[in-house]
C-alpha cells in the first residue's frame, strides 16, 4: 500500500498551495502525483442532473468528465449516484456495455467531441466524494493503460477522495467573520448554473418536466456532436429554441 502520511502530506501541500490554479484543480494534479495516475478529474454535483463544476489535471479527463454529465451516463455518474466506487478496465472497450453511448462516443477517435490531444485514457477508477450521507460530487482517476486498481491501491484512492472531500468542504470554512480567500467555485471551468437555466426554458418552451427538459437539452447536444454547456448557452442566450418538434 501507497504511504497514506505521504498521500495526505502532498493533498495538504495542495491546499495551502498558491491561488492559481484554483483548489480543485491542484487536488487534481496533487492525485496524479499522490496515486501515479495518468490524470484525475474532479466533478461536484448535488445530483446527477446538478452539476456545480467540473476540474481536471488536463484536457483528456476535462472532456471524459464533460461528456460523462453531458450523456447523462459514465463512471462518474454512476459513482455518485450509487456511493460506491466505479472501476472501468478499458472505456474503449467494445465489450463494456453499461454505458453504451459514452463507450461509442469515446471510441469514435479524433473528430469527435470527446476526442483529447494525444494519447486516450483507456482506464478508470470513479470515487464518490461524500461527507457522511451527503454527496458533494466524484474524483476519477484516469489511466492511458487498460486495467483495474488493485485492491491496495483502491484503498490509497479511497484516503485521497477523503482528503480531498475535506479540502474541498474546509476551504467553505473561513474564520468567524471573514469571507473565504479563494472563491473558486465562482471561477469554474464548467459552470452548471447556465445548464439549469437552460433546463428551465425548456420546461417552459415545451411543458414537460425537469428531467425530460434535461434529456433533451442532452440529446440536442449529443446529435449535433456539440458539449452540453454550449447548447445550454445558446438556449440562454435566445439563440436556441426548443419546439414541439424536438419533443
Do not use: K
Not at 455518485?80 to 461509442?104: G, K
Amino acid at each position: 500500500m501507497a504511504d497514506l502520511t505521504r498521500i495526505a502530506q502532498i493533498v495538504a501541500e495542495a491546499v495551502n498551495g498558491p491561488g492559481r490554479p484554483s483548489l480543485p484543480e491542484r487536488l487534481c494534479v496533487a492525485c496524479v502525483e499522490a496515486l501515479a495516475a495518468d490524470a484525475a478529474a474532479i466533478t461536484l454535483m448535488a445530483d446527477p442532473g446538478h452539476r456545480a463544476g467540473v476540474w481536471a489535471s488536463d484536457d483528456r479527463a476535462r472532456r471524459i468528465e464533460e461528456r460523462q454529465f453531458g450523456l447523462g451516463e459514465g463512471p462518474s455518474v454512476d459513482a455518485f449516484r450509487t456511493r460506491s466506487p466505479v472501476a472501468v478496465a478499458d472505456l474503449l472497450s467494445p465489450e463494456e456495455v453499461r454505458w453504451p453511448v459514452l463507450t461509442v462516443d469515446l471510441a469514435a477517435g479524433p473528430g469527435t467531441p470527446a476526442a483529447p490531444a494525444g494519447s486516450a485514457l483507456r482506464s478508470a477508477y470513479a470515487s464518490p466524494l461524500h461527507l457522511g450521507t451527503t454527496g458533494i460530487g466524484v474524483l476519477s482517476l484516469y489511466g492511458a493503460r487498460p486495467g483495474v486498481p488493485e485492491r491496495t491501491r483502491a484503498a490509497d484512492i479511497r484516503v485521497a477522495a477523503t482528503s480531498v472531500t475535506l479540502a474541498i468542504v474546509g476551504s467553505f470554512l473561513a474564520p468567524s467573520g471573514a469571507l473565504p480567500e479563494q472563491p473558486w467555485l465562482d471561477e469554474s471551468p464548467l459552470d452548471g448554473v447556465e445548464v439549469d437555466q437552460a433546463v428551465g426554458t425548456i420546461m417552459v418552451q415545451l411543458g414537460v418536466p425537469a428531467a425530460e427538459a434535461l434529456d433533451r437539452l442532452r440529446a440536442h447536444a449529443f446529435a449535433r456532436g456539440r458539449e452540453i454547456d454550449e447548447v445550454a448557452h445558446d438556449v440562454v442566450e435566445r439563440r436556441l429554441r426548443f419546439t414541439e418538434e424536438d419533443r
